[in-house]
């Protein structure tokens, strides 16, 4: 099995909404990632869990909280967003750090729109 | 983060190889370089990585200039289904989990 799940697919919140995006792999990855992805620009690292522990923040607004339970699972909680925080959200797992085999997998992403 | 410059778009004819290049001029000795694709609706798919030597997988071949401050990424028989964007993304061991994509080439592929 080699498949990051992501759920919703879609998801469409107001701004004073509390959502939660999920994210699944079973691959025995001990690294997991959030990206945001605008209309045409290359994703944009959020967040990196290393052995479920927050390792790398990349300076995201406290609006976007995320959370890992445990190896398996990646949440992205968010509240109080705007508009321009719709995009593509996409999540990934890899092994971590000097494994050889380092390569990441990524979800299909959850297509988020905020009104 | 170390930088990566790859062209903006490229074309190419299907059936024919494909060589997408990438500089790498600020590169260090702890860099590996990755490549990814992303294809329309989908999210980005590991390509290839490597060091300092080339490497071939089923996928695609790397090329990593001796002084490594460039690679070219060489499809052998491009496809309609390889057009995408490629991603050339330096990945340093020390902080290994951080994977972060520059601009990228958009590939065109013509029948």
């Known amino acids: 099995d080699t498949e990051v799940t992501q759920t919703p697919k879609h998801l469409v919140m107001g701004m004073t909404n509390k959502k939660s995006l999920k994210c699944e792999q079973h691959?025995?990855?001990?690294?997991m990632y959030w990206y945001k992805q605008k209309a045409k620009k290359p994703p944009e690292l959020m967040f990196v869990y290393s052995y479920e522990k927050l390792s790398i923040n990349e300076s995201v607004p406290s609006r976007f909280s995320p959370e890992c339970p445990n190896s398996s699972l990646l949440n992205l909680h968010l509240h109080a967003l705007q508009p321009e925080d719709s995009a593509l959200y996409l999540c990934?797992?890899?092994?971590?750090?000097?494994?050889?085999?380092?390569?990441?997998?990524f979800g299909q992403g959850t297509r988020l729109t905020v009104v | 983060d170390a930088k990566t410059t790859q062209p903006n778009s490229m074309e190419s004819n299907e059936e024919e190889p494909v060589h997408l290049p990438c500089n790498h001029s600020?590169?260090?000795?702890?860099?590996?370089i990755h490549w990814y694709r992303q294809l329309p609706s989908q999210g980005p798919e590991y390509v290839i990585h490597?060091?300092?030597s080339n490497v071939n997988n089923r996928m695609a071949s790397l090329a990593i200039a001796e002084d490594r401050k460039s690679s070219t990424l060489i499809l052998h028989r491009a496809t309609l289904r390889d057009a995408a964007v490629y991603y050339c993304?330096?990945?340093?061991?020390?902080?290994?989990?951080?994977?972060?994509f520059g601009a990228g080439t958009i590939l065109r592929v013509k029948s």
């Open positions: 993304i330096l990945r340093d061991v020390r902080y290994g989990n951080k994977l972060v």
């Open positions: 600020t590169i260090s000795g702890t860099d590996y």
């Open positions: 990934a797992s890899s092994h971590v750090g000097r494994q050889l085999n380092t390569e990441a997998f």
């Open positions: 691959m025995g990855h001990r690294a």
């Open positions: 490597g060091l300092t």
